[in-house]
Every structure is written in structure tokens, then in C-alpha cells.
């Protein structure tokens, strides 16, 4: 059974920082790329980063390139987003999606599994 756990989430002040952990069971780690999403309240869920399988490529949505850096550790089946300098607007819950051989895509739909979530919440 394919298991994707986030963790790391919590209740900050803007300007900090926080790094979110995705740890994956179940499945060959090193063949899937791993993608971070992001659904705040009331929006529909976006793009915040994305690492190759091979982790070779690394992509990011603009609302976070230079703050946010996506890495990943395949001997512990784990994909880190590093996440600095926080903003009220980062407030969500964030997700992490895995695609086999995938290159870390923007498009939610090609990723066959998702993990349940952690909150972020960045207060002013």
C-alpha cells in the first residue's frame, strides 16, 4: 500500500521559516517524481514546486521561486520543501503528489498518488 506523509506544517509569523517533509512507503522511491501543492480556503489547489525522480530538475511556481527549494533524500524515501521567508499568503494546506518517472509537472492530474495534507498558517 502506497503511503504519503506529510509533516512539518504549523502556525508561524510571517518571515520565518519552515520546512515540510513528504515520507513515502509502499512504493520504489527513486522511480517517481514528487510534487508540493497548495489549497488555501476558498482557491483551488496550486502548483508550489516539483523534483524530477532522478532529481536532476527542480521547478517552482512564481509565487515562490527564491524562497521555497524542493530536494529530495531517496535513501529515506523523503522529499523536503524548504520553505523561507513565509508570507500571510502561503497560508494553506500543503500536499505532496507522486508520479512515476514524472519530471515534478505543474498538472495535478498526472500524479497517481497524494498524500492527506499538513496546514501551514502564517500569521501577519
Known amino acids: 500500500q502506497v503511503q504519503l506523509v506529510e509533516s512539518g506544517g504549523g502556525l508561524v509569523q510571517a518571515g520565518v521559516s519552515l520546512r515540510l517533509s513528504c515520507a513515502a512507503s509502499?512504493?520504489?522511491?527513486?522511480?517517481?517524481?514528487v510534487a508540493w501543492f497548495r489549497q488555501a480556503p476558498g482557491k483551488e489547489r496550486e502548483f508550489v514546486a516539483g523534483?524530477?525522480?532522478?532529481?536532476?530538475?527542480?521547478s517552482y511556481a512564481d509565487a515562490v521561486k527564491g524562497r521555497f527549494t524542493i530536494s529530495r533524500d531517496n535513501a529515506e524515501n523523503t522529499v523536503y520543501l524548504q520553505m523561507n521567508s513565509l508570507k500571510p499568503d502561503d497560508t494553506a494546506v500543503y500536499y505532496c503528489?507522486?508520479?512515476?518517472?514524472?519530471?515534478?509537472?505543474?498538472?495535478?492530474?498526472?500524479?497517481?498518488?497524494w498524500g492527506q495534507g499538513t496546514q501551514v498558517t502564517v500569521s501577519s
Open positions: 523534483i524530477k525522480y532522478s532529481g536532476s530538475r527542480t
Open positions: 503528489a507522486a508520479d512515476l518517472y514524472g519530471l515534478g509537472a505543474q498538472q495535478s492530474h498526472v500524479y497517481d498518488y
Open positions: 509502499g512504493l520504489t522511491f527513486s522511480r517517481y517524481a
